[in-house]
């Protein structure tokens, strides 16, 4: 395990001499300084008397705190789960393909690591950079929150945490793609396709009765109930950041399916690999 | 044993473990589902023509022969055919409703058995008297009743009928070859006919109780009000469609306009066998019109699901998901479904539960 550990050590470090991951380190900290300054609360006995939002008023006056601020709460935890995935998948398509480079990989693979830790290696290095960005920006958001108003909540983070697992189930995808496709540009189409297709997986009760009883009907249900159902999470990390009930075992039994989407994504992976020369 | 194979090994089980991984991750991520994919996708079967056992019913039916209309040669009286005397009972003037009930089908169907087995004790006396009253018990001797225009009749077997309470009130006289009248005294009541023990009417005139019985015994020549072809499930007639606006409360409704000068008239199929199924084809003259409103029909069904769904109203969901509307050449069929466990559950809960109804599962 400790070769995994440092795969993605290195691969962290990587990513952290880019530019553009420093870019978005720098974005979400602008966008969390924005808010800092921008947003101003009157909180009277708990119940919020005013807020303005960059001077306009965003009304909601004599609401509970805690409800008044939902709104904001469930934005910005939509705004972290599909803006970070969505980041996700362009600023890591090309962490696989670059893995495989001709002469790369064979000095890779000249040292002491199984060809899984590598693949593994660097799966958990890119979900370590999209947890750290999503728990960084929630977090803030969260104090800042709690600072200005009073409402301390875990909410946003945990958001930031289903997000990041929903990615590392794209990102699986992504990489076995990579495997059999040196393309960071066909990784990053593969990783879209599965994030669209899991949009669609998550509201499929509600869709597969708009289909005929038949071939086609029986094909979508088999087909989306292959694929994870990211906008069930992304409904779920609204409803804890905006403090709604949720539904925990539905819940469970998704992070449960896709991280074993993941884990089946990996070992797909790892057979092509396996198979590989190089 | 050569190293490729030492190496193709642990592929085949990395492929494997791919597979079985990514089954795994369905089967868990399908039970976070709303609902289990799967539980409402039962297949209703709507009612579209008659199935072989209709058929043997309808041929059951067809029990009398009427005398030929011009009273000539006895081998022409043989050419007529038998005829259900129900279908030549009722008037079958243009845009008339005329429905039909299947009481005793409608009784030994699930539904029915569940509707009885909702009678309370105190009701279940009242019925007993009412039987005893009656002379007869309509649950077993009542077969169809049927509604045409402001005319009821009522078939079965009415031989032990009490007929005493009518005789006490109305003049009675007969008509045709097996017909009695019983006109009341008063001016308030009905006009009550019977035809051969097996067929009563009421009507609020007794010109038209006469008409009924001169069209069963082939005096007042008409066509059947229905075809044969067309008397299966356990509810079906053709509906009017004022007479379909007004049973839906749709008077004065945007869409009651658009389905007066569009439809004319609704066929009208329910079928009770099993899960509640209705079937209504809606036709009418001017096509592009009628196919319009089909198309809204089921746009409006599909938003209401979605809408019924994102509400969070499982149950009108589900009533949704059975609804459609099926698009052809110059007419349309709105299907609707009631799926029994749905009626169980409401019935249960306006008869006290499962155990007055002796549902227990």
Partial sequence: MRAVGHVAGDLLREALSRKWFMALGGVITLGLVLVLFSLRFEVVDGALATTRLFGEDLGGRGEAVELALRAIFEGSAWVVFYGGVTFGIVACSDFGPSLLVPGRIELLLSLPLRRWELLVGTWIGVLMIATLGAVYGAGGLTLILGWKAGVWTIGPVVAAGLASLSFSAIYAAMLAVSLWVRSAALSAAAGFLLFFAGIIAGYRDSILPAFKPGAGREIFRVASGLVPRISSLADDARAIAGSRPVDLQGLAFNVGGLLLFAAAALALATWRFEGRDS | ?361
């Fill in chain 2, 1 to 361: 044993m050569p190293p490729s194979s030492r190496r193709k090994k642990p592929r085949v089980v990395l492929f494997a473990a791919a597979v079985a991984l990514l089954a795994t991750a369905s089967w868990l991520m399908s039970m976070g589902d709303s609902s289990p994919p799967g539980s409402a996708k039962r297949q209703v079967e709507f009612p579209k023509s008659p199935r072989t056992s209709e058929w043997q019913r309808i041929e059951s039916r067809r029990t009398y022969q009427a005398p030929s209309p011009t009273q000539a040669a006895e081998e022409e009286i043989i050419d007529q055919p038998l005829r259900d005397p129900l279908l030549y009972a009722l008037a079958s003037g243009p845009g008339e409703t005329r429905v039909v009930i299947e009481a005793n089908a409608l009784r030994h169907s699930p539904l029915g058995e569940l509707m009885i087995d909702c009678l309370r004790p105190q009701e279940s006396q009242e019925f007993t008297r009412l039987q005893e009253r009656l002379g007869i018990d309509p649950l077993a001797d009542l077969d169809r009743v049927a509604m045409s225009g402001s005319a009821v009749v009522l078939t079965g077997n009415f031989g032990r009928l009490n007929w005493e309470e009518f005789e006490e009130a109305s003049d009675s006289r007969a008509h045709g070859d097996a017909g009695t009248i019983f006109q009341p005294r008063s001016d308030a009541g009905a006009v009550a006919a019977v035809w051969r023990d097996e067929l009563i009417i009421f009507a609020p005139e007794a010109g038209a109780a006469e008409e009924a019985i001169d069209r069963i015994e082939g005096r007042l020549q008409a066509e059947p009000a229905l075809a044969e072809g067309e008397s299966y499930g356990e509810v079906y007639g053709r509906i009017s469609v004022e007479q379909l606006v007004a049973l839906m409360g749709l008077e004065q409704d945007e869409l009651a306009g658009r389905l007066r000068s569009a439809a004319k008239e609704v066929d009208l199929h329910v079928d009770a066998s099993g899960d509640v199924a209705i079937s209504a084809d809606i036709r009418g003259p001017r096509g592009s019109e009628l196919d319009d409103l089909g198309r809204s029909l089921a746009g409006a069904i599909s938003l209401a699901r979605l809408e019924a769904r994102r509400q969070g109203e499982a149950e009108l969901a589900e009533l949704l998901d059975f609804a459609g509307v099926q698009r052809g050449e110059g007419q349309f069929t709105l299907e609707l479904a009631l799926p029994l466990e749905l009626i169980r559950r409401h019935l249960q809960d306006a008869c006290g539960g499962p155990v007055a109804l002796g549902l227990e599962e």
